[in-house]
């Protein structure tokens, strides 16, 4: 079992900068890809930003290139998720994921089902 952790969320305006951090215990030897993904209001979840973190190759979805950072610091267990630039359509609620050990062999960001692994989300508001 992994927990995860989510922190950093909060209201902010367009053009405006915020940090998640997502904190992970527990059995965190056996995942290897951890990720954030965002579920708007009416929305279906869906992938952000992912980093597989044996190597810490990241893969991002076409909306975020260029506006937001995945990093991690193995030495702490942490996934972060550095957002600039955000727009009022990034609204919504971000959550952490983490995989149970399965490799993900296409150059494509890893869909939710591949995640086993979920913190409890953090809301980032965006005003216009």
């Known amino acids: 079992q992994v927990h995860l952790v989510e922190s950093g969320g909060g209201s902010v305006q367009a053009g405006g900068s915020r940090r998640l951090t997502c904190v992970a215990s527990?059995?965190?030897?056996?995942?290897?890809?951890m990720g954030w993904f965002s579920q708007g209001p009416g929305k279906e979840r869906g992938g952000v930003a992912v980093?597989?973190?044996?190597?810490?190759?990241?893969y991002y979805a076409d909306s975020v290139k260029g506006r937001l950072t995945i990093s991690q610091d193995n030495a702490k267990n942490t996934v972060s998720l550095q957002m600039n630039g955000l727009k009022p359509e990034d609204t919504a609620t971000y959550y952490c994921?983490?995989?149970?050990?399965?490799?993900?062999?296409?150059?494509?960001?890893?869909?939710?089902?591949?995640?086993?692994?979920w913190g409890q989300g953090t809301q980032v508001t965006v005003s216009s």
């Open positions: 994921a983490a995989n149970s050990g399965i490799l993900w062999f296409a150059a494509t960001l890893p869909p939710a089902a591949f995640f086993v692994f």
């Open positions: 527990g059995d965190t030897e056996s995942t290897k890809y």
């Open positions: 980093i597989y973190t044996s190597a810490g190759r990241p």
